[in-house]
């Protein structure tokens, strides 16, 4: 009896352990096909389609917007990416970047240089990358999306882009040059002087700054005050300003003892520039006013006290006019063959006239007498 019992107990045993493997079978080929089981769809191959979606969320100011591209965004913005990884892919690398120029055309610097990036890497599903800034001095963003293919060699895709057109980026200079005074007149006898001024206008430092003005001849000019960039070699002023940085000026003033009879018009014209800025020029202009002479007066006017009476000009008529204000009349004179003008009162005049005609009747008679 002990070995019949013992007999059946290790075919259940057995029985047992073979059911329990099967189990343990049935339950490993299930996980198996969970582990396998698709969970949403295989990774793109093409590095561009890992990225299914994307947007840009841009702060500019007190304003938020939401755009869709990097040209729609300007120097100075706040630009947050968002984006979607296609499902099935995992570790895809996305990246962010906006670039600006470094130095100016007088240097010999390298023309661009990364400003700001974002970067991560990223599963399936939605995300976002930054803020960063477009920077003031604008020349490139772009987004890119990275990954590893199965030949262990990076891929790179340029996603979105946008360039400013030119390389803002890149400081120059920009002279301009003023002469004052320009118009107006002074009293000649007084000092006369100019004042030039230099102003660089660009956003880059100006670089050999130079100033030549042809002073005009005649008149012995000085530095006032004197510069000591400045000097005047055989009335020519030049000046060798060096570097003159953004918004700053130079001025210098030029002046000239002037005689009394130096009267008309002084005009002078300046000139500037740099070796990284164009040359540039202006004119100021200045008119010498004279008094007019007074006439000496002859010794029976100082003696009468009078002051000098300017010569009479023109015809009687016109004299005659000048003087009272009304037209003298003219009296024919038959006798003479001319016409008489003057401002006689009329009986005057009458009394001439007849003794003019007794005179020439008497000569008449006595010529008459003689030749009887």
Known sequence: MTRLAASRLSRQSVALLAIIGLLLALLGTMSTARATEPTGGDCPDAVQDRV??????????????????????????????????????SGVDVRINSYQASGNT??????????????????????ALGPIQIPECFFQADVVVMAINGNQQQERFLLDATLSGENSCVESAALSISKGPDGGSMAAGGVLQFTITVRNDGDGVAHGVMIEDPLPSGFTWTESPDKAQCSISADVLSCSIGDLNAGASFSVRVSTPTDAEDCGLVENTASTWAEDADEVSNRGTVTLTCEEATPTPTPEQEQQGGTPTPTPTGTPEQQAEAGSGTPAASLPNSALGVTTTSALPTVLLGVILLMSLGTLAWVNVRASGRRR
């Not at 299914?52 to 913005?77: I, K, N």
């Not at 007088?106 to 995300?127: R, V």
Request: proline share 2%; aromatic share 12%.
């Open 106 to 127: 007088h240097e010999t610097s390298n023309p661009q240089k990364l400003f700001d990036k974002a970067m991560g890497t990223f599963d399936a599903g939605t995300h």
């Open 52 to 89: 299914t979606s994307f947007w840009y969320t841009v702060t500019r100011g007190a304003d938020t917007l939401t755009v869709s591209s990097l040209d729609e965004v300007q120097q100075g913005d706040w630009v947050e990416l968002h984006f979607v990884i296609a499902d099935g892919c």
